[in-house]
Nanobody, 122 residues
Framework: QVQPVESGGGLVQAGGSLRLSCVVP????????MGWFRQAPGHEREFVAS????????DLADSVTGRFTISRDDARNMVYLQMNSLKPEDTAVYYC???????????????WGQGTQVTVSS
């Protein structure tokens, strides 16, 4: 199976910014939607953001709308999550995943990465 590799996590103060990166191997990266999910300690994994196969359409969770931006660079097989105005509530392990189709719904992702830790201090 294809396994994305996330990077860019770290410790940041509230109000700060981080950019997460995800590399996805494979010749047909651009044919699928890509998404970001997160899981905080003691919580279930939740949807954060996704982007369509062609990068035109995006879907963002209400909790991050206006603060986070998802983008992709098909030439590099990369997907990014720019996180601004971070809050302590954003603390979680962030996972990158590939959609099962070009326009995947929130529950239609597979090929999960190992995750990268994001910690936001008060």
């Amino acid at each position: 199976q294809v396994q994305p590799v996330e990077s860019g996590g770290g410790l940041v103060q509230a109000g700060g910014s981080l950019r997460l990166s995800c590399v996805v191997p494979g010749r047909y990266f651009s044919e699928k939607a890509m998404g970001w999910f997160r899981q905080a300690p003691g919580h279930e994994r939740e949807f954060v953001a996704s982007i369509t196969w062609n990068g035109v359409g995006t879907d963002l969770a209400d909790s991050v709308t206006g603060r986070f931006t998802i983008s992709r660079d098909d030439a590099r097989n990369m997907v990014y999550l720019q996180m601004n105005s971070l809050k302590p509530e954003d603390t979680a392990v962030y996972y990158c995943a590939r959609g099962i189709r070009p326009y995947s719904a929130r529950g239609e992702f597979e090929n999960w990465g190992q995750g990268t830790q994001v910690t936001v201090s008060s």
